[in-house]
């Protein structure tokens, strides 16, 4: 790329146009869908951890009381049966209850350690309850010197013994069964919320668009549901496509009441002209009549020109071929120094005419308005560089420029300022037809003074995919 492109080009072009196409800064936030999303997960799995607490609340306490009055019965009885069986009996007794269930009995040493029940809820009912079935000395322990399980201490014969079974008989229902249920669960909870945020989206989502596409100006491209079965959303809809309709009328009336007075003033503007050169003897006042008339006969073609139809066709435009023929009359003005900087080979989509129309209108707005006060020369910088799929364009003089709190207001229809650039004598709607334009073409319009001095202005277009 040319280095006097990059320097003729500064980067105040761009975010002048990108700026048009950004929202205004605001924080960040949740779209409507997934922050009712969240609202509901939230709200389901609160419900679903509170049901499983509160089953598991009710189910330990029984489970555990039932299962301390198992074990009570289960020791009862194995010491019962000990205590009337004969020696060999006891031997055959303790090796089925080891070898069959799981259950054995071991003599009680005051030197044994053993460590109690945690503070498990259902741990320390179970022990409680032991307590009430065996006796308040009867110890309940999880270990007993280094050994696992599930150790009950109970006398026979005025011997102490423990009573040893495996812990797992007795603990709740959990562990992956409780893990698979409340994935699923989850899982459940997750796709209803997304299903009831998105159900409620659809309607708004549709509306935003709708209204995308009417601050567009394309009234007719989005109908919204009138039969929707919600009868707020449906009198929404109705209401808006009312809206739509009557914006279309309005702007429709307008464009045809523009075009019809433009046209209708033509015929009385031609007769006048004729009459002027017919009956007016004095050459300079002939001459003076025939440069108001030229003046209103272009104010009128500035009335056709924004009452244009909103639809353009676009095709592949090469930049240099439309410049060069847009500046080729100015290069011969002697007030008029125009410079091209251009990168190699841009074609962008636009609709061929209108784009020369834009570009003769800034080039003319450039030569009045943007005269150097001192040699009476305007000088002209046209330059131009494609980034990703977008070509800028930038038309830039180097005259005194516009009062910063005017520069918004220039592209406002009939608006017309009060410093040196506002000698026009035009209707005002020469920048509103640039922007209006560009904006019906699919790109962006942006000015802004040159920080070296000078107006700036600024344009958007996409380019061609080929390019």
Known sequence: MPETLIESFDEDAILAV??????????????????????????????????????????????????????????????????????????????????????????????????????????????????????????????????????????????????????????????????????????LSLAGAALFARLINRPLKALSFAASRVREGDFNASKLDEHANTSEIREVNIGFNRMAQRLAKLDQDRAVMLAGISHDLRTPLARLRLETELSVSDLEARAHMAMDIAQLDAIIDKFLDYARPDKVKLSAVVLADLLEACTYSYKALPDVHLQLNLERKLVLLADEVELGRIVSNLLENARKYGKSTDTGIARITISAIGRDEWVFIKIRDHGPGVAPDQLANLTKPFYRGEAARTEAKGAGLGLAIVEKTVQRMGGGFALNNSSTGGLSANLKLQRAPSA
């Open 18 to 187: 990108d700026a048009q196409d950004e929202p205004s800064p605001h924080k960040f936030g949740l779209s409507l869908f997934w922050r009712t999303f969240f609202l509901l997960a939230l709200l389901l799995l609160a419900c679903i951890l509170a049901w499983l607490q509160t089953l598991r609340s009710l189910q330990f306490e029984p489970q555990a009381i039932q299962s301390a009055k198992q074990l009570a019965s289960q020791i009862n009885l194995s010491r019962a049966a000990l205590i009337h069986a004969d020696g060999i009996g006891r031997i055959s007794l303790l090796h089925t209850m080891g070898e069959e269930e799981g259950l054995y009995i071991l003599p009680r040493n005051a030197r044994d350690q053993y460590v109690s029940v945690s503070n498990d809820a259902m741990q320390h009912d179970m022990a409680l309850a032991l307590q009430e079935q065996l006796g308040k000395n009867t110890v309940i322990a999880k270990q007993v010197n280094g050994r696992a399980g599930l150790w009950v201490s109970f006398d026979m014969d005025g011997a102490d013994y423990w009573f040893l079974t495996d812990f797992a008989r007795f603990q709740p229902v959990g562990g992956k069964t409780w893990i698979i249920w409340l994935t699923v669960a989850a899982s």
